[in-house]
């Protein structure tokens, strides 16, 4: 099952994203049932992580290198990523997570602007009721 989730940030824009069951069903879920959270966002490269969240999941179906706008469960700091593009470590052309994540979904609104203003904000995660 898909779902369109809302991150809504601190005096800045919201970004848009899919969740999907499809990667990791258990983590979606949890993730999906807790919302709306909050969360303090900090900026690795071009990745958006976020402080401590509500899910406790461990690694499932977690990978080591992820896709561009890939959204992932960060099990090790129970944070939210949002990768935006590449992370300060792995070989050069590949998103190399801190440690393995578990994908569940996409980042519909894609523009990496939103990270030179963002670092340190609070934000919220909400379902998108529209």
């Known amino acids: 099952m898909k779902y369109s989730v809302v991150l809504k940030i ?26 709306p959270f909050k969360v303090t966002l900090n900026i690795w490269g071009d990745e958006i992580y976020s402080s401590k969240s509500p899910i406790i999941q ?6 080591s290198l992820v896709s561009l706008y890939d959204v992932a469960y960060w099990p090790t700091g129970k944070a939210i990523c949002l990768f935006f593009g590449f992370t300060p470590i792995g070989n050069p052309g590949e998103i190399t997570p801190a440690s393995p994540v578990n994908v569940i979904g996409k980042i519909i609104t894609t523009d990496k602007k939103i990270l030179s203003d963002i670092d340190g904000y609070d934000a919220e995660f909400i379902l998108n009721e529209n």
């Not at 999907?20 to 999906?32: G, M």
């Not at 461990?58 to 990978?63: A, G, I, V």
């Open 10 to 35: 601190q005096n800045s824009s919201s970004i848009l994203l899919e969740l999907d069951d499809a990667y990791s069903p258990k983590t979606v879920t949890e993730f999906v049932t807790k919302l």
């Open 58 to 63: 461990p690694e499932e179906n977690s990978k």
